[in-house]
């Protein structure tokens, strides 16, 4: 069955580099995602890549994609305290089903 | 503001209490889900709903059980429930259309706790 992994918490200095890691297991997704999770709030897309692409870069994320290891990360570049949130990692296979990490909460400190 | 609203936000129920969680969409789409989050671990699928027919369901205990009686509208029907229930229960809605890249969008989660 699917297995989407991450570790669970990440801790950077305001304007350093943050790098989330995800593994999947299922070798058939064809999107991958980055979503966010705010205190108090549900789940919020923050990014996605294509199966076929192996990098995409959004003003200061960059999403990389080794399809051959199944690992995904994201990197936030000059990362501020308000990026400070649970991160989840999510692949999509088949049908429009959507199966989600643990999450990463990422705590910036200033 | 996701345009998918659960209510309630909180909920305190005894063991043997019956209550339901509602989900409400306006986005137009025809997919709905019931996603679990408990911490430390994956958000859970539970029961996913495509055009009001369930499509879904996670080996998700008989003490919950999922209503879709049209596209806009999802609830979650909770009965006996024990205290391992207590988690943030996730909305979840999109369009299936084929091409899309099926984007979910949430709904703000409904925190039970179960005493």
């Known amino acids: 069955g699917e297995d989407v992994e991450q570790s669970l918490f990440l801790s950077v200095r305001e304007g350093d580099s943050s790098v989330i890691n995800c593994t999947y297991t299922?070798?058939?997704?064809?999107?991958l995602y980055w979503y966010k999770q705010e205190p108090g709030a549900g789940l919020q897309l923050l990014t996605y890549?294509?199966?076929?692409?192996d990098m995409k870069q959004d003003q200061r994320l960059t999403v990389l994609l080794n399809k051959k290891d199944k690992h995904l990360s994201l990197r936030i570049a000059d990362t501020q305290t308000g990026d400070s949130a649970i991160y989840f990692c999510a692949e999509k296979t088949g049908a429009n089903n959507l199966f989600f990490g643990t999450g990463t909460r990422l705590t910036v400190i200033p | 503001e996701t345009g998918v609203t659960q209510t309630p936000r909180h909920l305190v129920m005894g063991m043997t209490n019956k209550k339901s969680l509602k989900c409400e969409q306006h986005?137009?789409?025809?997919?709905m889900y019931w996603y679990k989050q408990s911490a430390k671990k994956p958000l859970e699928l539970m029961f996913v709903y495509n055009f009001k027919e369930q499509t879904e369901n996670n080996s998700v205990p008989s003490r919950f059980s999922p209503e879709c009686p049209n596209s806009s509208h999802l609830f979650l029907h909770l009965h006996t429930l024990q205290p391992e229930d207590s988690a943030l229960y996730l909305c979840?809605?999109?369009?299936?259309?084929?091409?899309?890249?099926?984007?979910?969008?949430f709904g703000e989660g409904s925190r039970l706790t179960v005493l």
């Open positions: 979840a809605s999109t369009h299936p259309a084929a091409g899309r890249t099926g984007e979910l969008f």
């Open positions: 986005l137009g789409h025809n997919a």
């Open positions: 890549i294509f199966s076929n692409m």
């Open positions: 299922d070798s058939s997704s064809t999107y």
